[in-house]
């Protein structure tokens, strides 16, 4: 039967992010009171098993590092730095059945570290960190027994009057690594606005073994909130959503050029949802980046999906709050539950499903 | 002046607001969840909509003959609100809103606050000593500006109140009094802001109430024209100024650091409010003046106290619809982030501003977001059909039954049920395997149409071309060669002879024996216009109308006059007829039949070539034996480019799992998604393209990351892909052996190293012939492994030795024994047996988390 569980987080301020570990059986949230929780999903029933504080600050977001590599997560925060946690067995003081342990900390950004991400699991054990002074750092851990020690791979910063507010890894195994960084102007609002592209990607050069900028993204100058790639899927080009005052969806297609030169990428937006009158918030793929999900302003989870037959369309809307008709009095009226969507009529201002 | 308009929450009942406007007071209610049907039929009823599912009932309305400048709530939990108005007069009212008995005594009470008439700029009321109300007035001489009222004096007129030592008014301060607010600590701290500085009075000091004060030299930026205190920050203070030079900056200040304020944020135009939110830490709301948007500032602090920062969170746009401007707005008391905005259209809206939302989805379908501080787990399989029938959904529920490691092929038809194009390649597949017994699956698949037609570069087999004439209905062999026209070319060659065999057809030799017919019901099934299309290709019009003639649908049965009313000589009208009618036949196949009957004399088959109707596997076919060596090579490179481009499957025929096949199949997957599929058909192949390394790591992944691991290593072992070298060595501690090696060479199997003795009588503990020195001891029974466990007793099968028996040790600190009796160790504790070893062994295994709910499924 069509459930959804709700669960009281009992964080302390605001949750700013909810990250599933690589099998979906665990969660971690972060939020403005400093700490993270675990969640563990046991008979069916999310736990929370560890709860402690990792920052100074607002811990922005969190992110889990695939499971060959043990059980770690990666945390970024207001107070500038970016930490990196293991999971340590045993029982902690609380009663939890586990405490996580600080194995390192990433102190070189001065301002708030906006986002952490760990690099698909086959370019090794690497994470990205983004923050406000507009830097890009990408961590190695050099050897993966010894977590304390990352270095530095690269820093970059994609323009010198912006900040960094997101960033996303490409899965790809067929291209070279790409990470796209979302951008916004942190300068109070109502000074005029910069019109440099909010969405920048970067290319690791084999040869160089530098990080390059190689594309821009120049229709995209507002405040990018997130920015998600599709799972690859061994296809042979990339696909990327931002979210920011719409809801965009490219196609980044490297072209195969016979010179050894600079490879150039094909770049199309697939679209652009402008009927999204508010904000996006986030945006994340399904498992075969099929299905996009985003939040917005308007408090509701939309899905949107496209196939070969059809553009991208919004499939379902989802209410914020997890409140809507139960399916059982859906059935009643309507005898084929498949047949529409299960959520009460939407107001005039929200988008309506198709 | 204009007089003012102000909309403020009451702060007794949480349903219900206020509105001033042109000295009216009004009380509304608001009515939840009313449908618009309601709006309609009490339209003049006072009924005003709010938002979208809200409406704001008129309660009670009140004119008064004064002119209002300010206005504050009464704090008190009544069971009515009642308001103190000040008035351009300095008069200072309560009234109430209800036409009952005074709900308190001080209602209707009017208090005389200065001597000269004047201004009345601003009013708060103490939220803790509810008595005291203090008041800003304009200025007047050298009069002062700030008063306090007790308001449970009414007719008091003298300077000094008396037992709390309380005074009503502050010396010395004679400029005009812009806005005043109470502190939230104790309730003793005023704020009074000044045109050029604000001010901070202590009223237990009657000697010299300023205790601080912020004036224009002390600071860079002072600012006070309106102030805002944070409640849930009793330190926190917001100020906003008016100076040309400093439009619009509002200040965000510590008051233990009061020199110097902590934020400055700058808006570019004059601010008519701010207000910090009641119910959210740190949210700042500004509104501008001539502005239709409230800005909204999140002041983060951090507890290291170094930095704070401000960035704009948002921009509430509250009249997004109508044109309008905002003129007042008020934070609602205790529901989180609402707030009430009134524009000079008298538009009112309920707005609820929404957290972020943060979205993250596991890869099984479970969709989990954030919101007011809990976490909602959605299993999105079940919203949707759309979402249900995903390809990441299918592809999970074909894992399970077994997709692509089977090697029965055949199976996998049940599987890809739904998908015509899978099924119909499968059973392609399986048929192809069925055929071709004597070759390899992999390699009969991977040559298609188009390798087996161009054997060389470019060169196309030679074929024999031959003169067949029709076979007809009811005719006897006399016929057959009188007349060249009824006969057509067909070629022959032991290549399309093939390519006609794997389309499924039967060979073109086969038309005239007795079995053709019974082959093509076989072929086609319920099918009957495609076996008569198959017939009709053949030049077998007899077995064309005995098949159409069986079928079961009237309309079919008819179609056999039509086709036997073909006749060798050219028939104008029949040909006429024919041409006029084909569009309007909806079968491809009977549409193909009589485009193929009607291309005489000039034989053209490009509508049937290219008739995407029809399956592509007819097609090939037909063109195997209609069309001549340069057209069939054209055709075929034609069908392969379109399918290699547009992803089809079924090209999979004519391209093979070729370079052109891989190919292909990249294109289906990027139109698709279906990596199963894509990296299932790409094993096949046996061209080396990196490609399919990487479409099978890709699947492997996804498989892995879907808990599936028994279907990926039945995977594995089906496409003998992922080739691990043993890992594990145990060498004998004494003599430095191998154990598994020295055991493999008596016993020849698998797992042999950790095999105990057979013999469960036979207390035989060494590994080793070589030293005869015994293995370690069980940390739990103490016996010497390679000596059977006695704890859990064999049951039966002997082609293993018990798992229990099998020996295992801690990774971190090296102790082990008998699997059965570490298990049972661990079920009640999770440190080591060994005396004095601290080890919390059976926490270090992460995997344990994966699996733990595994009996979910």
């Keep these: 039967m069509y459930t959804d569980k709700v669960i009281e987080a009992e964080h302390l301020d605001l949750i700013h992010d909810v990250a599933y570990d690589f099998h979906g059986r665990r969660m971690a949230t972060c939020s403005s009171d400093q700490t993270v929780k675990i969640w563990d999903l046991e008979d069916g029933e999310w736990k929370c098993t560890a709860s402690w504080k990792t920052h100074n600050g607002s811990v922005w977001r969190v992110a889990w590092a695939h499971p060959e590599f043990g059980q770690l997560i990666a945390t970024c925060s207001f107070d500038r730095t970016a930490a990196v946690w293991e999971e340590m067995p045993g029982e902690s003081k609380d009663g939890k059945k586990s405490h996580w342990i600080k194995r390192c900390s990433l102190v070189d950004s001065r301002t708030s570290v906006t986002d952490v991400k760990f690099a698909p699991r086959h370019l090794g054990l690497q994470l990205a960190t983004c923050s406000q002074d507009g830097y890009i750092r990408i961590y190695e851990a050099q050897d993966i027994m010894s977590l304390g020690s990352w270095t530095k791979h690269d820093d970059v910063a994609p323009s010198a009057n912006l900040s960094c507010s997101c960033l996303s890894w490409s899965s790809s195994r067929v291209h070279p690594p790409m990470i796209a960084v979302g951008c916004y102007d942190s300068n109070l609002p109502n000074q005029p606005a910069s019109k440099e592209a909010h969405v920048i990607l970067y290319e690791y050069g084999q040869g160089s073994r530098k990080w390059m900028k190689v594309e821009a993204f120049s229709t995209i100058t507002e405040t990018v909130r997130d920015v998600s790639f599709a799972p690859n899927l061994g296809r042979n080009y990339h696909t990327l959503a931002v979210a920011s005052k719409h809801l965009y969806i490219f196609s980044i297609k490297p072209i195969k050029k016979d010179s050894v030169a600079k490879a150039s990428l094909e770049v199309k937006q697939l679209v652009c949802f402008e009927e999204y009158t508010s904000k996006v918030w986030r945006v994340c793929w399904n498992v075969t980046g099929t299905i996009l999900a985003s939040s917005g302003e308007d408090g509701c989870v939309k ?45 005039k201002n929200q988008v309506p499903w198709h | ?279 959210r830490k740190g949210y700042l709301a500004a509104l501008p003046t001539h502005s239709s948007v409230i800005n909204l500032y999140d002041v983060t602090n951090s507890e290291s106290d170094e930095i704070e920062l401000a960035h704009m969170d948002r921009v509430i746009n509250v009249s997004s619809d109508q044109p309008g401007n905002v003129v007042s707005f008020s934070w609602h008391p205790t529901d989180k982030s609402r707030l009430l905005a009134l524009t000079d259209q008298n538009d009112i809206k309920d707005i609820s501003i929404s957290e972020r939302m943060s979205v993250s989805w596991s890869p099984e379908f479970s969709l989990s977001w954030t919101n007011d501080g809990r976490i909602v787990n959605c299993d999105t399989t079940f919203i949707d059909y759309q979402i249900d029938s995903d390809i990441s959904t299918t592809m999970k529920a074909r894992a399970k039954g077994g997709y692509g490691c089977k090697s029965d092929v055949s199976s996998y038809l049940e599987l890809t049920q739904g998908d015509s194009t899978l099924t119909s390649l499968w059973s392609y597949i399986s048929r192809m395997n069925k055929t071709s017994s ?85 072929l086609c099934g319920s099918n009957a216009e495609r076996a008569a299309m198959i017939a009709v290709m053949n030049m077998n019009l007899n077995v064309a109308t005995s098949i159409l003639s069986k079928s079961d649908q009237e309309n079919l049965r008819l179609l056999t006059i039509a086709i036997s009313g073909f006749s060798d000589e050219s028939n104008a009208m029949w040909k006429e007829v024919c041409s006029r009618l084909s569009p309007v036949m909806n079968n491809a196949h009977i549409r193909a039949i009589f485009h193929f009957l009607n291309s005489q004399p000039c034989p053209s088959y490009d509508q049937i070539l290219h008739s995407e109707d029809l399956d592509l596997g007819d097609r090939v076919a037909f063109a195997c034996l209609h069309l001549a060596d340069r057209g069939l090579q054209n055709y075929l490179d034609t069908v392969m480019n379109h399918s290699v481009s547009e992803g089809n499957l079924h090209g999979l025929l004519v391209s093979g799992l070729s370079t052109e096949g891989l190919n292909l199949l990249e294109t289906f997957l990027e139109k698709t998604s279906d990596i199963q599929t894509t990296c299932l058909l790409s094993q096949m192949s046996t061209v080396n393209d990196k490609r399919k390394d990487i479409w099978l790591q890709e699947y492997r992944e996804l498989l892995d990351s879907w808990r599936m691991w028994h279907e990926r290593a039945d995977l594995d072992i089906y496409l003998k892909s992922a080739k691990t070298s043993p890992q594990l060595f145990i060498t004998c501690n004494f003599c430095g052996k191998s154990i598994s090696a020295a055991r493999s060479a008596n016993t020849a199997g698998c797992v042999v190293f950790a095999k105990p003795n057979t013999n469960m009588n036979r207390l035989n503990a060494c590994p080793v012939p070589t030293c005869r020195k015994p293995l370690p001891r069980c940390a739990i029974c103490l016996a010497h492994m390679g000596t059977p466990s006695r704890l859990v007793q064999t049951t039966g099968n002997t082609k293993q030795s018990n798992f229990s028996d099998w020996f295992t040790w801690c990774q971190r600190c090296r102790h082990g024994g008998h699997s059965s009796h570490l298990t049972a160790w661990f079920e009640e504790n999770s440190d080591c047996p060994v005396t004095g070893c601290s080890c919390n062994c059976s926490y270090l295994d992460p995997v344990r988390y994966v699996c733990e709910s595994e009996t979910e499924y």
């Design chain 2, 1 to 279: 002046m204009n007089s003012l308009e102000a909309i403020a929450w009451s702060t007794c009942m949480n349903d219900k607001f206020i509105l001033l406007k042109n000295s009216v007071r009004s009380l509304y209610k608001i009515e939840p969840n009313v449908s618009s049907d309601s709006l309609q039929t009490s339209k003049n009823s006072g009924v005003i909509k709010i938002s979208d599912k809200g409406l704001a009932q008129l309660m009670y309305t009140c004119s008064e003959n004064e002119d209002i400048r300010c206005f504050d709530l009464c704090p008190r939990n009544l069971s009515e609100q009642i308001l103190a108005a000040g008035d351009a007069k300095g008069k200072i009212r309560i009234h109430q809103f209800s036409r009952s008995a005074d709900v308190d005594s001080i209602v209707g009470n009017v208090y005389n606050v200065v001597d000269q008439p004047r201004h009345c700029n601003c009013l708060s009321w103490n939220r803790i000593h509810t008595q005291l109300i203090a008041t800003g007035f304009d200025k007047y001489q050298k009069q002062s500006t700030v008063f306090i009222t007790d308001v449970n004096r009414p007719n008091a007129k003298q300077l000094v109140v008396d037992c709390d030592d309380i005074r009503r008014e502050f010396k010395g301060s004679n400029e005009a009094a812009l806005d005043v607010s109470w502190l939230v600590e104790g309730g003793y701290n005023l704020v009074v802001g000044y045109q050029k500085q604000f001010k901070i009075f202590d009223i237990r000091e009657p000697k010299d109430p300023t205790i601080k004060r912020i004036s224009n030299s002390d600071s860079k930026i002072t600012s006070a024209v309106g102030l805002s205190v944070d409640p849930l920050n009793q330190n926190r203070l917001a100020t906003f100024c008016s100076f040309e030079s400093q439009k619009g900056t509002i200040s965000v200040w510590d008051l233990r650091k009061i020199t110097q304020s902590l934020i400055t944020l700058t808006e570019n135009r004059n601010i008519l409010r701010i207000s910090w939110c009641p119910s």
């Design chain 1, 303 to 347: 899905l949107w999906k496209a196939n070969y037959l059809s553009p991208w369309k919004c499939i379902a809307t989802l209410k914020g709050d997890g409140m809507r008709l139960s399916s059982v009095d859906y059935m009643n009226d309507h005898g084929d539950k498949r047949s529409k969507s299960l959520y009460p009529p939407l107001s």
């Design chain 2, 438 to 522: 004597e070759t390899d699956l992999k390699s009969t698949v991977m040559k298609g149409a188009h390798s087996i037609l161009i054997n060389n570069e470019n060169d196309c087999c030679r074929s024999t071309n031959i003169s067949i004439s029709w076979i007809l209905a009811n005719e006897n062999s006399l016929s057959r060669n009188k007349s060249q026209n009824s006969k057509r070319i067909l070629y022959i060659s032991k290549e399309r002879d093939r390519i006609i065999e794997m389309c499924g057809w039967s060979s073109l030799n086969e038309r005239e024996s007795a079995e053709f017919e019974n082959k093509l019901t076989d």
